[in-house]
Each structure stands twice: as C-alpha cells, then as structure tokens.
C-alpha cells in the first residue's frame, strides 16, 4: 500500500524547511497476568522495557494464581532483524466460575531513519518480512454467561513495517499560508507545503477470538484457526537516495484467556519473525542494524517450558477481587 500524504492539519520539521536528523530506537516490552476470582488473588508481572543490550525475557517468565497461569518467553535481536517469542495462557479451576483472567505477550517496536546510496538518483530496497507461528488450544463449548462479563480467548500474532519519506512538493507556493484554528490544529492548504510524504507499508496480522455470543451462544472472528501459518510478505520501495527514510517495524505475539473457567491456550512464535533489507547499492542507518533477516540458534518448545512446574512461586503477589 502506498501512499502520498499532504500533510494536512498538522505543521512539521519538513513543512517548515528544517533539518530532520536521523534517529533510531528500540524498545521491547512484555508481561503476563494471572487472575483466579475464587482465591482472590492475583500477579501481574510487567517488567520494566528494554531498550538495548541484549533483548530478552531472561528465561520464561510465570505469573501463577491458583489454577490460572500466564507465561511468556521471547528474545530479539535486532541487528538481524530477529524477534522470538512463545506465549501461553492456563485456567485450570475445579467448580468454579467463569471469572478468570490469563495474559500473556511480548512486543518490539523499532524506529530507524535510513539512507540509500546508489550512483543514480534512485534506489531500490526490498523489505522481506518472514513468519512463522503455530497457534493451539482455541475454542470451547457454551455456557450460561456470568452476569454482565465478557467472556472470550483470543490469539494473536502480528508485524507491521512502514517506510516513509518526504519529497519536494511541484505545487509548493511561498506565498501561500497555514491557518492557525488553536485547539484544532493548523490547516495548511497542498500549495504551501514545501514537501509531501510518500509513505509506503506491509505487514502481516494473526488474529483469532472466540468468544461468548448472546445468553449462551459462541461466535468467533478474526483470520486464523488452530494450526501452522508461516510465509513472507515483501515491500519494494524506490527512493531517492541520499534521502532520509523513516522506517517503523512492529512485531507482536500474545495468548489471552477473559473470563473463562477452562482455557489452554499456546502462541507457539519461537521459528519467527525476520525482518530483511535488501539493498544492492547498500545503504546506512543511524542505529547500525544490517536487518539481515537470519535465523539464530532456537531451543524446541519443549525446552523453552522446561522446568516451568518450579516456578510457581512467583513474587509481586497482589490480592484483589477485580483489576
């Protein structure tokens, strides 16, 4: 999808005629939470975000609450282009009501401002975006609903990459002016915009929800079952070079349980995602990643949960009935 922004109600460096420096940044976040009603008690562990040095959960990291679970372990590296994760949610209860809770994910976002070179006036760039991911343990049967509670499960993997950069607008009048409408914005009309934005995007989306319909009817949405989903989506981009490229990469897994009495459910990520550029008259970027779309060494999910039953004892306890 491409497309030719004229930067309308709002007023930026580039409209202004200033220099925009190159800026680069990372963060990746994650957390899980437990929640079991009956015992009243709850954990929800959301450690602080990283934003360098080696990125990664440390290991599996376990909310427990009872008979309700949340676990999450994922690791990236972003000089390769790398993100991992695997993401799973357990209620387990015995005669008891559909009330609890169960989150668990992991994220990293990336901004990155790029320069092609090439010995003519523009460049190509072919970004290659690589997934793999196994989703298990969804649906269920109907049951009365708990008063007026939301009942549902959802799993859900997605990554996104969005590359953009401005160019000198044809139509571009000096003479022509912004209006200033206060808490509304600034209107600037296409002929006093110095530049336009071309932005262009690719991404790929995971998502299914099955949930609790009516008084006791289920209804599910979203664009994936149970099962293996794996392929590449791919975003060409010609662009001047020696140009400034803003890009933003999202990469996102995570197991959801609302709600529930009974629910397994697994967001098995650990062989994806890969982000690669390829640029045959190269490129620089103000955070020095290659983004070069390889695989580094994974332990079988049988190994990521190993030892996950000694873990139970969890600090960061908090007691309540309800978030």
């Not at 530049?195 to 991404?203: F, H, N, Q, V, W």
Request: with cysteine.
């Amino acid at each position: 999808m491409m497309l030719v922004k004229p930067m309308r109600w709002m007023c930026s460096a580039a409209l202004l005629g200033l220099a925009v420096s190159a800026q680069a940044d990372v963060t990746f976040a994650y957390g899980v939470t437990a929640e079991d009603h009956l015992a009243r008690v709850g954990v929800y562990l959301y450690p602080p975000v990283q934003t360098e040095g080696v990125l990664s959960t440390g290991g599996p990291l376990v909310a427990q609450a009872g008979q309700v679970s949340a676990q999450v372990n994922a690791w990236a590296d972003v000089r390769t282009g790398m993100f991992k994760a695997m993401t799973r949610v357990d209620i387990n209860p015995v005669g008891q009501k559909p009330t609890d809770i169960a989150e668990a994910y992991a994220r990293l976002d990336v901004t990155d401002t790029l320069v092609f070179k090439g010995p003519g006036a523009t460049a190509t760039a072919e970004f290659r975006l690589s997934y793999d991911t196994h989703f298990s343990g969804l649906g269920f049967e109907a049951f009365a609903r708990e008063g007026a509670l939301s009942h549902f499960q959802q799993l859900d993997s997605f990554r996104t990459l969005t590359l953009s950069y401005d160019i000198e607008n044809p139509d571009y009048d000096p003479g022509a002016v912004c209006t200033d409408f206060g808490s509304d914005g600034v209107y600037c009309p296409p002929e006093a915009q110095r530049y336009l934005t071309i932005e262009k995007s690719a991404g790929k989306s995971l998502f299914r929800e099955v949930a609790l319909g009516g008084p006791t009817g289920i209804y599910t949405n979203g664009d994936a079952d149970n099962g293996h989903y794996s392929g590449t989506e791919v975003l060409t981009l010609e662009v001047p070079t020696g140009v400034e490229v803003r890009l933003s990469y999202t990469a996102y897994s995570g197991a959801r349980c609302f709600h529930l009495a009974s629910c397994a459910l697994v967001n098995d990520a650990t062989h994806s995602d890969y982000l690669a550029l390829l640029a045959p008259q190269g490129f620089s970027s103000a955070s020095g990643y290659a983004y070069l779309g390889v695989a580094a060494a994974v332990p079988e999910p049988a190994t990521v949960w190993m030892g996950l039953a000694g873990l139970g004892l969890v600090a960061g306890v908090l007691r309540r009935q309800r978030r």
